[in-house]
């Protein structure tokens, strides 16, 4: 199996580090990392579009919030099969697409509660609760993709 080059990194800085990992480790240390960078992306897609719908737009909070989300939803998806997760070529890519949108609708969901609770009745800016709906429903992602996807 052909390594990128971020494996390629791995393996350079474990060896320095004089860290060793069974592969089994090595794999999931690798696809943490990788979803890392493409959910990072997705983040700042999600918030340069919250932003600006809000702000130049001057959509409601909530309507701003769903566009974004989606917009970062499209470019996760894309990435996470291409990149991130080992997707089972032998399963129905529509079956698989509509998996990743229906948990990804509950990402969302999950997203507006917390963004609506933070900023109407917590009365936090809709920035920082952004920062705090997106670290919550991170996790929820990694596990449902890594669960369903693989």
């Known amino acids: 199996m052909k390594k990128d080059k971020l494996e390629w990194l791995f393996d350079k800085v474990c060896g320095i580090l004089h860290l060793k990992f069974k ?39 909530l309507v701003s919030n769903t566009l974004s989300f989606c917009i970062s939803v499209i470019y996760n998806y894309i ?5 991130v997760f ?8 529509k079956k698989q697409f509509v ?19 933070t900023v109407d009745f917590l009365s936090i800016y809709y920035l920082l609760a952004k920062v705090i709906a997106t ?11 890594k669960i369903f996807l693989e």
């Open 23 to 61: 592969p089994k480790t090595r794999k999931l240390l690798i696809q943490i990392f990788k979803f890392a960078i493409v959910g990072g992306i997705a983040t700042i897609i999600d918030f340069v579009f919250l932003y600006v719908f809000r702000e130049f737009c001057h959509f409601p909070v």
């Open 79 to 83: 990435a996470s099969v291409k990149w």
């Open 86 to 93: 080992d997707v089972n070529k032998e399963k129905n890519a």
């Open 99 to 117: 998996i990743f949108i229906i948990f990804s609708v509950i990402g969302l969901i999950l997203n507006n509660i917390i963004m609506w609770i």
């Open 135 to 145: 670290v919550i429903v991170m996790v929820f992602n990694f596990v449902t993709r």
